[in-house]
């Protein structure tokens, strides 16, 4: 039986090991005043179907145009918030991350004005990776070049005590942008 949610409207998709939260159910910022999206007693799985970094401005058919013309506004999209019965502020609270399921593409640019070579890179570039999503074996970048594939949760974490929207692009001590 579905136990109903631990906040009036929040959406409960249930699959067969939980809930589900779908990329349409994502936000900018860590924010404790956001309403969550999802209510879970612990112990329970969900299944979070995110986008990507750029908050699917880049695809696997993109050009350098597109990372010319990203918004900034849309970068590090994170789905959520689920709300975790009986977690409290100052709760540690721990997350297995069971598995990933890889799309067999990702990309890695170099976004003007942005980073810490800025300066030194200010023209836009990009390349799209394409892999094997059964093998993960080392993808090709160039001529000879191989990069390992290491999937990882990209962000990830809690809404900071403090009141109103703070970006998600550092890491802190409630998590935030892992890579």
Known sequence: SKRPPAFPGVAMTEHKSGHTLHRTQSHLGWNNAFPPRLGVAPGETVEFRTL??????????????????????????????????????????????????????GWTGNIPGFGLLADQFPEPALHIWKYDVVS????M???????????????????????????????????????
């Open 136 to 139: 993960l074996a080392p993808a």
């Open 52 to 105: 990507d970094a750029s908050g699917g401005q880049i695809s696997a058919k993109s050009t350098i145009a597109d990372v010319a013309a990203l918004d900034f506004g849309r970068v590090n999209p994170v789905t959520g918030p689920v709300y975790i019965d009986g977690a409290e502020p100052g709760d540690a609270v721990k997350v297995t991350l069971l598995s990933f399921a890889p799309s067999g593409w």
């Open 141 to 179: 970048y160039g001529p000879g070049g191989r990069v390992p594939l290491k999937p990882f949760c990209g962000t990830i974490g809690l809404a900071p005590a403090e009141p109103g929207v703070h970006s998600i692009v550092p890491p802190r001590r409630v998590g935030g942008n892992m890579d």
